[in-house]
């Protein structure tokens, strides 16, 4: 009997810097693969030094293939906003500037419903106290950032961050 394939999907995420994003992500059970770049931006395959000076429009961002048979996207967009402060308009930690801001790039209707969803049903819970300011995009062109930013914190044995 043939093995019948699995359907994989795409989620993209921007919640400040990518390396911590991209390890959270990468530990849950259902994600196959993660890959830190950059989206939401106008510049095509912009560096990381463009990205970093502010000009590119690009978010840092982590696009994590995952099976939706195993973790749905309502269980990555959880992991999501508790990764990172939803509320700081283009900062997380010590990281400022609009290539840190938080985004959830959807790919298709079914992902931007779910996302608008989540995030009403985060500002209704009173979790947070100031206004999410979170935005809902459709995803477009994602490039890859330089080798040397993948699994940043693996590589150098800062592998510790789960959800």
């Known amino acids: 009997m043939a093995q019948q394939k699995t359907s994989l999907e795409k989620a993209t995420f921007a919640a ?5 994003v991209e390890e959270a992500f990468r530990h849950l059970a259902g994600v196959k693969e993660t ?3 950059y989206a939401g931006g106008t510049t095509e ?3 990381y030094e463009q990205v970093c000076s502010g000009t590119t429009g690009h978010a840092e961002s982590v696009r994590a293939t995952y099976d939706p048979k195993v973790i749905s996207y309502e269980k990555l967009l959880e992991a999501f906003w508790n990764t990172h402060d939803p509320t700081i308009l283009n900062r997380q930690g010590p990281d400022v500037g609009e290539q840190y801001r938080s985004a959830i790039f ?3 209707p079914e992902q931007e419903a779910a996302a608008r ?3 009403a049903a985060l500002e209704k819970s009173g979790k947070h106290t100031r ?3 979170t935005d809902i995009v459709p995803a477009g062109p994602f490039y890859t950032a330089e080798e040397y930013h ?3 914190l693996e ?4 592998s510790t961050c789960r959800i």
């Open 16 to 20: 400040g810097c990518f390396w911590g």
């Open 35 to 37: 890959v830190v770049g």
């Open 45 to 47: 395959h912009p560096t």
């Open 106 to 108: 959807f790919h298709t």
């Open 117 to 119: 969803k989540s995030k």
């Open 131 to 133: 206004k999410i300011v």
């Open 150 to 152: 993948q699994q940043y």
């Open 155 to 158: 590589k150098r044995g800062m």
